[in-house]
């Protein structure tokens, strides 16, 4: 079926460094791509999505590009803010169904240090 | 517009008890989907309802059931709870399911 696997956490980076966080999937038909965060205590928010090859999404200074040739949707940003210190979830829709069930990866921690 | 709101947002019951989650999603939104998301298993989706209509269920027990309201108001309800049901259960709605989804603060459900 369907999988989401990103890269393990936690991950710790100096304010204003350069954030990379790997995510990969495996997927029937033609999911749309999503990133949410997770702050603590709180729901999922959207951070941005993507919903077909090639295409960009972006948002608050995050960004990631729908890669179909290496079945890849990684979130980078240029400059980290402590501000940015949640948990970072990758995620895909279910494109078999096309119904609202999302398929998630298993999260990453990033921690960001003043 | 308001957001997905969930009730209650914390819950503490005892083994073999039953509880009722609500979720009330956001104006509009026809379709509810619901997950729980735990340390170890991370986020898992349980089902989803459009118009009323159960249209896609996850791999969990049948003492796991919900409905949907015609104002597309969700309930999820868990019978004879197990430790093992303590999570945070997070509902999400979107316009038609398919696309983005927006989530509630959650459920925090405690089994003791």
């Known amino acids: 079926g369907d999988s989401v696997t990103q890269m393990e956490g936690p991950v710790t980076l100096s304010e204003e460094a350069f954030l990379t966080i790997n995510c990969t999937y495996t997927a029937t038909g033609y999911p749309s791509l999503f990133w949410y965060v997770q702050y603590p205590g709180e729901g999922l928010q959207l951070l941005l999505k993507?919903?077909?090859?090639?295409d960009k999404g972006s948002n608050k200074g995050f960004e990631a590009t729908y890669r179909k040739e290496t079945t890849s949707f990684h979130l980078e940003k240029g400059s980290v803010q402590v501000s940015d210190s949640a948990v970072y979830f990758c995620a895909l829709s279910d494109g078999s169904s096309n119904t609202g069930k999302l398929i998630f990866g298993q999260g990453t921690t990033l921690q960001v240090k003043p | 517009k308001a957001g997905v709101t969930q009730t209650p947002r914390y819950l503490i019951k005892t083994r073999g008890q039953q509880v009722t989650l609500s979720c009330s999603p956001i104006?509009?939104?026809?379709?509810v989907s619901w997950y729980q998301q735990t340390p170890g298993q991370g986020l898992q989706f349980l089902f989803e309802?459009?118009?009323?209509?159960?249209?896609n269920k996850g791999n969990f027990p049948g003492r796991f059931s919900g409905r949907q309201f015609s104002n597309s108001r969700s309930e999820m309800n868990v019978s004879t709870l197990e430790l093992g049901d303590s999570a945070l259960y997070l509902c999400?709605?979107?316009?038609?399911?398919?696309?983005?989804?927006?989530f509630g603060p959650g459920t925090r459900l405690t089994v003791t």
């Open positions: 999400a709605s979107s316009p038609r399911g398919g696309d983005e989804q927006y």
């Open positions: 993507a919903t077909k090859a090639d």
């Open positions: 104006s509009g939104h026809r379709s």
């Open positions: 309802y459009f118009s009323e209509t159960q249209r």
